[in-house]
């Protein structure tokens, strides 16, 4: 890490620790929020970005963590404990529903992971006994950690700020291990990443399975933040958001997803001065960004500067310059 | 990585540096937290209308305590939690009052944020549970389901005498609440529920449910959707040529579903809290002012939000104060009359619970046309 990096990184964490302070409660909730969803989008960036495979199924893993984090502290067990327990059932199912789904790829694999999520959905709404049914669950507790309660918005936004480091250095560190790399080699080339001996089906498996376990994750906080989950709120459309956040973003780049987020929760904060046509405009938008830069905003910013190395260094090659 | 790093979390900074932040004008605010997207944008543009309507009018008329009234719309894209972080936005803009929102889903969840801060809300939604659950900050416009189904299913019993019913609902918080108010009332009364069918917000293809109700040789069908999937239900029900009779509860009857289904709605019949063709001479004259304006004829959700104003506007006056905490207490077992105030367009009154109770009607729609077949009292 070079010093400018770290530098940049110890800037953008201050802001985050800082920022809470300068804003209503309402900004405090759009910021936490935010890292809930790029958890979320994290854990698909895993799965689309890195192996290359699309999932509609961020959403239903949310619900499953959700739910599991709510029912299980609602009925007294300590929060860390539901909490593991939301993601570890996300990888055992991500790695079950995986492992017959990843036979198939792309637009099929979208297919059967949106069958998975639409069948989640109807589990949580009908199984009424468990899950509360259509009218959902309401109160679930925020946690308390060493005896300070998080129940106030600024309180709970650290709570989530700390899952959210957390989370982002634990998947840095897989995507840098060679687990990651074989991930990247398998999107760039799949043949050639097997001829050199990486296992293709395991490698992707994993790779669907820790994202699914951070959609895990995301649920459990996200039933923390509203303190309220019913069956729709982890329906398709949840699913279809978390994917443009990630695309937006930038699949396949590290900040991509959070920037992706930041973008979808911010949005219609910034389009609400136009009144009625801002999910028109918002949808305008997503069009023109993916007509013109498919690899999202961050894959912009590297054609930027691939484009600006390359008139300094005429001779060089455009992989030379990307680098 | 390298310069990778900086450029998202300048334009990070950059965003959230526009986040607004909590300001205070001296104007009195009041919050619209309504259905203005997705599946609720139907009945939350009548109630932003009408909310409009009637605040330029008590503007107009000198304000509140002598403070013109600044009415902000909040979308809460029928999310629950859209919703929830909406009023949550409202409280930290300064609202003294939050107006809506009308889907029970969204209610029962922003409603502990209203609670919490100590801000009354008045809501449109119609589920039972909104005033079960002890928040003493919640008000409703209309009648809960546990109100008007009963008044419903008498009718039905005692004048039509139904031995049989098959039951059509939406399977989110509002049809189901309805749903079980319904069958409960039925079961009390001995009446068979010969058919259960549940479908989905925004279901397009009402064909197999209709297979069904119509398989089940009940006396009448009882329908309770939301306004555009009862246009679809009834079309279906038309073209399959049902011919019990078709009762339902506000909404199937709503001016909404008129305009969507058009003669499909003909013949249907059932109760409703509101309506703008009740023979009520200020309920004529708001339909009458609201359409010149607007160019649509009212909904029940239209005079519900009328209405509302209108009670901030009483409650504040009669408090000499906009104290939200003096608001909801004076709410409680309150009575108006539209002596008291004209623009409480029928006697209203609110029990401890923020449940509403006045005179409810029975109609059926006629060439499009909401007729008022009977008044029913106050219970």
């Given at each position: 890490m070079s010093t400018r990096t770290s530098f940049s990184l110890v800037a953008g964490l201050a802001i985050l620790i800082l920022l809470p302070f300068t804003q209503s409660n309402y900004g405090v909730f759009v910021l936490s929020s935010w890292m809930v969803y790029s958890i979320a989008a994290m854990g698909l960036n895993l799965t689309l970005g890195y192996a290359g495979q699309v999932s509609l199924a961020q959403a239903s893993f949310m619900g499953i963590g959700a739910y599991t984090t709510a029912l299980m502290t609602m009925a007294g067990i300590p929060w860390p404990l539901a909490m593991l327990a939301a993601m570890v059932l996300c990888f055992?199912?991500?790695?079950?529903?995986g492992y017959p789904a990843l036979r198939v790829q792309h637009h099929f694999l979208a297919f059967v992971t949106l069958a998975f999520n639409a069948l989640v959905v109807l589990v949580l709404r009908n199984e009424e006994w468990l899950t509360g049914g259509t009218y959902g669950v309401v109160g679930i507790p925020r946690p308390e950690i060493l005896g300070l309660p998080t129940q106030k918005p600024l309180a709970f936004y650290f709570f989530v700020l700390a899952l959210f480091m957390l989370t982002a250095a634990a998947l840095y560190g897989i995507i840098r291990s060679p687990w990651g790399r074989a991930f990247r080699a398998l999107r760039e080339n799949p043949i050639r990443a097997n001829s050199l001996g990486v296992d293709i089906r395991k490698t992707t498996l994993l790779a669907f399975a820790i994202g699914s376990a951070c959609g895990g994750l995301a649920g459990g906080l996200v039933a923390q933040l509203t303190q309220f989950i019913d069956p729709n709120s982890f329906g398709l459309t949840i699913s279809l958001k978390v994917l443009l956040m990630v695309i937006v973003g930038g699949a396949g780049f590290f900040f991509g997803p959070i920037l992706g987020a930041l973008l979808i929760v911010l949005a219609p904060e910034f389009l609400r001065f136009t009144e009625g046509y801002y999910l028109m405009l918002y949808a305008a938008l997503v069009i023109v960004l993916m007509v013109f830069c498919p690899s999202g905003l961050l894959g912009l910013v590297e054609r930027a500067r691939t484009a600006l190395k390359l008139r300094q260094n005429p001779n060089a090659t455009t992989w030379e310059a990307g680098r | 990585m390298k310069s990778k790093t900086i450029a998202p979390l300048a334009i990070a900074l950059a965003l959230s540096a526009g986040l607004p932040n909590a300001s205070w004008a001296d104007t009195l605010k009041i919050a619209d937290v309504i259905e203005l997207s997705g599946a609720g944008a139907t009945v939350g543009a009548n109630w932003r209308d009408a909310l409009k309507l009637a605040f330029e009018e008590i503007n107009a008329a000198g304000g509140?305590?002598?403070q013109q009234v600044e009415v902000t719309d909040y979308d809460t894209q029928t999310d629950p939690t859209t919703s929830r972080a909406m009023v949550q936005k409202a409280i930290d803009d300064g609202a003294y009052v939050i107006m809506g929102?009308?889907?029970?889903?969204?209610?029962?969840?922003?409603?502990?944020?209203?609670?919490?801060?100590g801000i009354p809300q008045l809501t449109g939604a119609e589920a039972p549970f909104i005033t079960d659950m002890g928040n003493p900050y919640i008000f409703r416009t209309s009648f809960g389901a546990q109100q008007s189904m009963?008044?419903?299913v008498k009718y039905l019993a005692e004048d039509l005498k139904v031995k049989s019913v098959a039951v059509a609902w939406v399977n989110d918080d509002f049809g189901k609440g309805g749903r079980d108010s319904f069958v409960g009332e039925l079961e009390r009364r001995n009446i068979a529920v010969n058919a259960d069918v549940s479908s989905e917000?925004?279901?397009?293809?009402?064909a197999a449910d209709v297979i069904k109700l119509k398989s089940s040789n009940?006396?009448?069908?009882?329908?309770y959707l939301h306004e555009e999937e009862s246009a679809r239900f009834l079309k279906e029900m038309r073209k399959q040529g049902v011919t019990q009779p078709i009762f339902g509860e506000t909404t199937l009857m709503n001016q909404k579903v008129v305009d969507l289904a058009g003669d499909a709605v003909n013949g249907v019949r059932g109760h409703v809290g509101l309506s703008a063709n009740a023979p009520i001479p200020g309920i004529q004259e708001f339909a009458k002012k609201f359409e010149a304006k607007y160019n649509y004829k009212p909904d029940h959700n239209a005079i519900k939000a009328y209405m509302g104003a209108y009670v901030v506007k009483y409650v504040m006056t009669k408090n000499g104060t906009a104290d939200p905490q003096a608001f909801a207490d004076t709410l409680h077992g309150?009575?108006?009359?539209?002596?008291?105030?004209?623009?409480?367009?029928?006697?209203?009154?609110?029990?401890?619970?923020?449940?509403?109770?006045r005179d409810s009607f029975l109609v059926?729609?006629?060439?499009?046309?909401?007729?008022?077949?009977s008044t029913l009292p106050k219970l």
């Amino acid at each position: 890490m070079s010093t400018r990096t770290s530098f940049s990184l110890v800037a953008g964490l201050a802001i985050l620790i800082l920022l809470p302070f300068t804003q209503s409660n309402y900004g405090v909730f759009v910021l936490s929020s935010w890292m809930v969803y790029s958890i979320a989008a994290m854990g698909l960036n895993l799965t689309l970005g890195y192996a290359g495979q699309v999932s509609l199924a961020q959403a239903s893993f949310m619900g499953i963590g959700a739910y599991t984090t709510a029912l299980m502290t609602m009925a007294g067990i300590p929060w860390p404990l539901a909490m593991l327990a939301a993601m570890v059932l996300c990888f055992v199912i991500g790695l079950l529903l995986g492992y017959p789904a990843l036979r198939v790829q792309h637009h099929f694999l979208a297919f059967v992971t949106l069958a998975f999520n639409a069948l989640v959905v109807l589990v949580l709404r009908n199984e009424e006994w468990l899950t509360g049914g259509t009218y959902g669950v309401v109160g679930i507790p925020r946690p308390e950690i060493l005896g300070l309660p998080t129940q106030k918005p600024l309180a709970f936004y650290f709570f989530v700020l700390a899952l959210f480091m957390l989370t982002a250095a634990a998947l840095y560190g897989i995507i840098r291990s060679p687990w990651g790399r074989a991930f990247r080699a398998l999107r760039e080339n799949p043949i050639r990443a097997n001829s050199l001996g990486v296992d293709i089906r395991k490698t992707t498996l994993l790779a669907f399975a820790i994202g699914s376990a951070c959609g895990g994750l995301a649920g459990g906080l996200v039933a923390q933040l509203t303190q309220f989950i019913d069956p729709n709120s982890f329906g398709l459309t949840i699913s279809l958001k978390v994917l443009l956040m990630v695309i937006v973003g930038g699949a396949g780049f590290f900040f991509g997803p959070i920037l992706g987020a930041l973008l979808i929760v911010l949005a219609p904060e910034f389009l609400r001065f136009t009144e009625g046509y801002y999910l028109m405009l918002y949808a305008a938008l997503v069009i023109v960004l993916m007509v013109f830069c498919p690899s999202g905003l961050l894959g912009l910013v590297e054609r930027a500067r691939t484009a600006l190395k390359l008139r300094q260094n005429p001779n060089a090659t455009t992989w030379e310059a990307g680098r | 990585m390298k310069s990778k790093t900086i450029a998202p979390l300048a334009i990070a900074l950059a965003l959230s540096a526009g986040l607004p932040n909590a300001s205070w004008a001296d104007t009195l605010k009041i919050a619209d937290v309504i259905e203005l997207s997705g599946a609720g944008a139907t009945v939350g543009a009548n109630w932003r209308d009408a909310l409009k309507l009637a605040f330029e009018e008590i503007n107009a008329a000198g304000g509140i305590l002598g403070q013109q009234v600044e009415v902000t719309d909040y979308d809460t894209q029928t999310d629950p939690t859209t919703s929830r972080a909406m009023v949550q936005k409202a409280i930290d803009d300064g609202a003294y009052v939050i107006m809506g929102p009308i889907y029970s889903g969204s209610v029962k969840v922003n409603m502990m944020v209203a609670q919490q801060n100590g801000i009354p809300q008045l809501t449109g939604a119609e589920a039972p549970f909104i005033t079960d659950m002890g928040n003493p900050y919640i008000f409703r416009t209309s009648f809960g389901a546990q109100q008007s189904m009963p008044k419903l299913v008498k009718y039905l019993a005692e004048d039509l005498k139904v031995k049989s019913v098959a039951v059509a609902w939406v399977n989110d918080d509002f049809g189901k609440g309805g749903r079980d108010s319904f069958v409960g009332e039925l079961e009390r009364r001995n009446i068979a529920v010969n058919a259960d069918v549940s479908s989905e917000v925004g279901q397009a293809d009402f064909a197999a449910d209709v297979i069904k109700l119509k398989s089940s040789n009940a006396d009448a069908v009882f329908a309770y959707l939301h306004e555009e999937e009862s246009a679809r239900f009834l079309k279906e029900m038309r073209k399959q040529g049902v011919t019990q009779p078709i009762f339902g509860e506000t909404t199937l009857m709503n001016q909404k579903v008129v305009d969507l289904a058009g003669d499909a709605v003909n013949g249907v019949r059932g109760h409703v809290g509101l309506s703008a063709n009740a023979p009520i001479p200020g309920i004529q004259e708001f339909a009458k002012k609201f359409e010149a304006k607007y160019n649509y004829k009212p909904d029940h959700n239209a005079i519900k939000a009328y209405m509302g104003a209108y009670v901030v506007k009483y409650v504040m006056t009669k408090n000499g104060t906009a104290d939200p905490q003096a608001f909801a207490d004076t709410l409680h077992g309150l009575t108006i009359t539209p002596a008291d105030e004209p623009g409480i367009l029928m006697e209203t009154s609110w029990d401890d619970k923020g449940e509403v109770n006045r005179d409810s009607f029975l109609v059926e729609v006629k060439d499009g046309q909401q007729t008022v077949v009977s008044t029913l009292p106050k219970l």
